[in-house]
């Protein structure tokens, strides 16, 4: 067997007491391994990770190929501990619906093979931080690690148990109970001493269970920073390691877990810190990281039985350095000093001893949620945390693969199509329940709960896609839930939700001043049991997308007797309706909108629909367009801030990295000055757009016009404003394909034009002011 170390400090040779035939496991590999013959002439090399101090795990290298594989150890075993198979089955359903985990890739019951049951996952390449004061890294940082941390563990306790079809994993309420039960007869089996500490803890916590101890998430277990694997060069969890604990139980026995190291007693030389974890500066504090985990779930940051937690998790830790200690003296564990874990069980017994007594105020002072302006809703909240989550583990770091894809097939004849990694990402947020959010009837979300997931999103261009988010389709989809008929939204509403097919939206035309919507001239005209549509569109998002199927019409229905206001109608028109023809593909600033297939100019020839595609009825097309148009735009505006935000996060980052004239750029005033003024606008907006989401919620589109009109206006000048900065800051590289700053300014100058030029809105905000300037007036007299 070649036991070569690894010159990863990580990994040493394999212990005598865990090494194995390795060209036995190799044969098997070979057999049932997909690709792991592929490098034939490769030797295999088994490395031992130093840590692990439950189920060996090995690092195995066969030529280019890395994998890791985890074992029960050898020899006599406590009762129901080692459970690789449950490790497995853990990790493959998470896998699954795109959490960070390794990738499983084979599971083997046969002892016969190593001598124990195993499995084989994707080797990680990664960050693991063993110092939990994580020295060598700024305090900035420091905090960001901590937050992805605790992000990453309210999302694992957000999955649903029965979409990871998990629902057997567990036993059912009285985790706590059980939880109890379980490590004081592992702790007694495995006791090596007597240690009243230990026994009087047992007895406390026996009487002091939770009356909620019925909650059932997916928990890890020993969820710690060690147990994790961050990107090499970002503050972002790629993996999450070590499932063996994994069970459904009650999920702030996870949080407590990761909340011991605060009150780590001194005396135990265990975690190899610098120094202790709450005098490092960017560490967030205990009530911090609740805070956040909270808010990510929606739950209330006053956490009851708090100390219940805290007092079991110290239990257990003991519990687990008993277990740890007798491995060792039966030769079975792979640390060498593992001998340790004899002198830590008594003062971790004692320091939950005394957890147990204490009472904790776990809420950061603030006000209440229903107190704050425009406050989030608790699934809002909830919704707004797995949202980062996913876009901070699978959208974000997908955004360069998805550009050199359009990049690479800009001139191709399929050029409107998709790269396979949206479709990927699409079935993993349908299946994570992050879909059609902006659609409150179906999402339960307010406005405002939705303004900040759509700024989140708004923060990578093709992200609205993959939650079902995206223009044109939102407003479509917004109309036939509002206007359509049953049919209507059972032949196009239905699959629109479940993204089977996309649409588009045929108002502007080029023959007009398309600002005023009344000088419209595509006619819509009844002839028997059908309709006859005439005209030349543009701007008609989505028509060269592959999937778009439908469009909706805006024309004029002849009634001369009906005002200006009242002679225009909607109808359905699927694009494969005789005399449709899709003309040319229009770009904005030489950049072709490949994601949502492009924006077309179409033409209507003697087009022929029934009368049954007529939505809501004759004439009523302006009023359609007031409810449609009324959230569309505040939805681009609720994006729109995410671009700025993440303008701002390249402006500050190249501001920080660049150096001229002998000092940083930010050292430079007029830089300072940028940053300092984009922050400031950035906030406004954000103020404003609240307002705007707020006042729908209250009052409806039509009660919210005057603030829809004015952030209409406002986002996107100031969006435009701060990229312009970025860019500047940038220099060329920002005008280049190497920054997505280039494509975000044609994106938000445009928006300037889009759903109305900012000229028709301020004309409308006038208006209205000077009407509420005269009621007031007329109130006074």
């Not at 985890?70 to 359903?93: C, N, T, W, Y």
């Not at 004081?184 to 001493?193: L, N, P, R």
Request: with cysteine; glycine share 6%.
């Amino acid at each position: 067997m070649d036991t070569r170390a690894s010159r990863d400090p990580e990994m040493a040779e394999v212990l005598p007491q865990h090494q194995f035939d390795s060209q036995s496991l190799e044969a098997y590999l070979n057999q049932h391994l997909s690709g792991f013959g592929a490098e034939r002439q490769a030797k295999l090399t088994v490395a031992q990770y130093r840590s692990g101090q439950s189920n060996p795990t090995f690092y195995l290298q066969k030529g280019s190929q890395a994998y890791v594989l985890r074992k029960k150890p050898p020899g006599s075993l406590l009762p129901k501990a080692h459970k690789i198979d449950r490790e497995f089955e853990v990790q493959k359903a998470l896998f699954s619906v795109g959490f960070p985990v390794p990738k499983p890739l084979l599971y083997c019951s046969d002892a016969s093979v190593i001598g124990t049951e195993f499995y084989v996952m994707e080797h990680v390449q990664g960050r693991i931080f063993r110092d939990f004061t994580i020295p060598g890294v700024s305090p900035a940082e420091r905090t960001a690690i901590y937050v992805a941390m605790i992000e990453t563990l309210a999302w694992l306790h957000s999955l649903d148990i029965q979409s990871l079809r998990l629902q057997k994993y567990g036993r059912g309420a009285g985790y706590c109970k059980r939880q109890v039960s379980t490590w004081t007869e592992q702790y007694q089996a495995a006791a090596h001493q007597d240690i009243p500490a230990m026994n009087q803890l047992s007895e406390w916590l026996v009487q002091n269970l939770p009356d909620n101890d019925n909650e059932e998430n997916l928990i890890h277990g020993d969820f710690k920073l060690d147990n994790i694997v961050f990107h090499p060069k970002e503050s972002r969890v790629i993996a999450v390691l070590d499932w063996e604990l994994s069970t459904l139980g009650h999920p702030l026995s996870d949080l407590a877990h990761l909340s011991i190291f605060y009150f780590w007693p001194r005396t135990v030389p265990l975690l190899n810190q610098s120094s202790h974890l709450q005098e490092n500066i960017g560490v967030p504090s205990m009530e911090e990281l609740i805070s956040i985990y909270c808010r990510c779930r929606g739950i209330n940051p006053i956490l009851p039985n708090w100390n219940f937690f805290l007092a079991l998790s110290y239990f257990k830790m003991a519990g687990i350095a008993q277990g740890v200690y007798s491995r060792y003296l039966l030769g079975n564990n792979a640390s060498e000093s593992s001998f340790l874990f004899a002198n830590v069980v008594q003062p971790l017994a004692e320091t939950g001893l005394q957890l147990s007594k204490r009472t904790f105020s776990t809420a950061l002072t603030q006000p209440d949620s229903a107190q704050r302006l425009f406050g989030q809703s608790r699934t809002g909240q909830e919704v707004l945390g797995r949202v980062k989550h996913f876009m901070n583990q699978h959208i974000l770091p997908a955004e360069q693969e998805v550009i050199e894809f359009y990049a690479n097939n800009e001139n191709s004849v399929d050029k409107w199509r998709k790269p396979f990694m949206i479709d990927k990402l699409k079935e993993m947020a349908k299946a994570e329940g992050l879909w059609n959010l902006f659609l409150p009837a179906v999402s339960g979300l307010s406005q405002v709960d939705y303004a900040l997931i759509a700024e989140e999103t708004g923060k990578c261009f093709f992200a609205p896609e993959v939650f079902n988010c995206q223009a044109p389709d939102t407003g479509n989809m917004e109309v036939l839930h509002l206007y359509g008929n049953e049919k209507q939204k059972q032949q196009w509403l239905e699959p629109l939700l479940q993204g089977s097919i996309a649409s588009c939206f045929c108002m502007t035309e080029p023959g007009v001043a398309s600002s005023d919507a009344t000088n419209i001239e595509c006619s819509i005209q009844r002839d028997g049991d059908s309709y006859i549509v005439n005209g030349k569109k543009w701007w008609s998002s989505g028509a060269g997308n592959p999937n778009c199927k439908i469009a909706i019409v805006l024309g004029r229905t002849k009634n001369a007797s009906a005002s200006r206001h009242q002679q225009h109608t909607m109808v359905l028109v699927p694009l494969n309706t005789p005399g449709v023809e899709i003309i040319r593909p229009l770009s904005v600033f030489g950049y072709l909108d490949h994601l949502h297939g492009g924006h077309f100019e179409v033409h209507f020839n003697q087009v022929r629909v029934p009368v049954t595609n007529l939505i809501l009825g004759e004439g009523r097309g302006f009023e359609i367009a007031q409810g449609r148009l009324g959230p569309g735009r505040i939805h681009h505006c609720m994006r729109a801030v995410g671009m700025a935000e993440r303008a701002l996060e390249i402006l500050c980052q190249r501001a920080a990295q660049r150096v001229a004239f002998k000092k940083k750029l930010y050292e430079h005033e007029v830089v300072a000055h940028a940053i300092a003024k984009s922050r400031i606008a950035i906030e406004e907006i954000r103020l404003l757009t609240l307002k705007a989401a707020h006042s729908i919620d209250t009052l409806g589109s039509a009660g919210a016009r005057k603030e829809i009109a004015m952030i209409k206006v406002a986002a996107p000048r100031v969006v435009c404003k701060v990229i312009d900065r970025a860019i500047q800051v940038c220099g060329g590289a920002g005008v280049s394909q190497d920054f997505p700053l280039a494509n975000m300014y044609a994106l938000a100058r445009t928006l300037r034009l889009a759903d109305g030029p900012d000229e028709v809105h301020l004309s409308a905000v006038a208006a209205m002011e000077l009407r509420e300037q005269a009621k007031r007036h007329r109130a006074r007299m």
